[in-house]
């Protein structure tokens, strides 16, 4: 499978070295030409345009970080549609509204292209060392022709449903941690005013019954504050993304999204 990949960013880059690394024929794009430099003494191909890669690909892997950078590297006569050939896939690896691959399904869908939404956790440690965890919505064959590529980066690989429901997925991951963060701070906040070592609560909580990813993030990095500034706006977008999926649905998110809105604000982040 010829394989293009656009969106070479701190996670994107990672994965793309590992598709060209696992030997298969790799074309790239990108906005940001810098971007591209780690990969000149490779095998990978440069394109010129998104649709001249598509041109060259089977499966387009697209990692860009928004809904409006999947329609810009997509849309017009220089975008992947205009290339690709009947029968190629754009697999979306960026956490984006599941409605963003449902209409870009549905463009793809008239020139014979299929589209599957697999949007990725882990970071960019995890890509480069093949560990990430793919979340893919779509047709399960053509899933199954794709499952190799992405286990170039990943050691789980979970199919989910249709189309729609990896990003679904990803962003009830997504509300959980941010509310998972909200009451491992609070937690913490109550140790220090009640006399008890934060950092000893957090090694007793790791061992316990009480432990929580969230927890082990913010004493890693150095508290909540620091977090923000790395993830806040992050987690707003998908919080505000899965709200709005709640809202079409006519749907409560109850009191797992009362904690999220807690964390985001005790991080500046107030959705």
Request: aromatic residues 4%; contains cysteine.
């Amino acid at each position: 499978m010829r394989v293009g990949f656009i969106g070479l960013g701190s996670q994107g880059a990672p994965m793309a070295r590992r598709i060209v690394d696992a030997g298969y024929p790799t074309t790239l794009w990108a906005r940001r030409p810098a971007t591209l430099e780690p990969f000149t003494a490779t095998d990978a191909i440069l394109a010129d345009s998104p649709a001249d890669l598509a041109a060259a690909s089977d499966l387009v892997c697209l990692c860009v970080v928004g809904d409006s950078d999947v329609d810009e590297v997509t849309a017009g006569p220089q975008g992947v549609l205009a290339g690709i050939k009947r029968g190629g896939v754009i697999a979306v690896h960026s956490t984006v509204h599941p409605r963003t691959c449902r209409e870009l399904a549905n463009k793809a869908a008239a020139v014979d292209v299929s589209v599957l939404d697999a949007p990725v956790s882990g970071g960019g440690p995890a890509a480069a060392e093949g560990r990430l965890l793919v979340m893919v919505g779509g047709d399960a064959q053509v899933v199954s022709c794709c499952r190799p590529v992405f286990e170039t980066f990943a050691d789980s690989v979970v199919h989910l449903g249709e189309l729609g429901s990896g990003l679904t997925t990803k962003l009830l991951n997504n509300l959980l941690f941010t509310a998972n963060l909200g009451t491992a701070a609070s937690t913490l906040s109550l140790a220090d005013a009640l006399g008890v070592a934060p950092d000893g609560l957090g090694e007793v909580v790791s061992r316990s019954s009480g432990n929580s990813f969230a927890l082990n993030a913010i004493r890693g990095i150095g508290g909540l504050d620091r977090l923000a500034g790395h993830a806040g706006a992050l987690l707003r977008k998908d919080l505000r993304l899965l709200v709005d999926l709640a809202d079409d649905a006519a749907v409560q998110a109850g009191a797992v999204l009362d904690a999220a809105d807690a964390a985001l604000a005790f991080m500046g982040h107030s959705r």
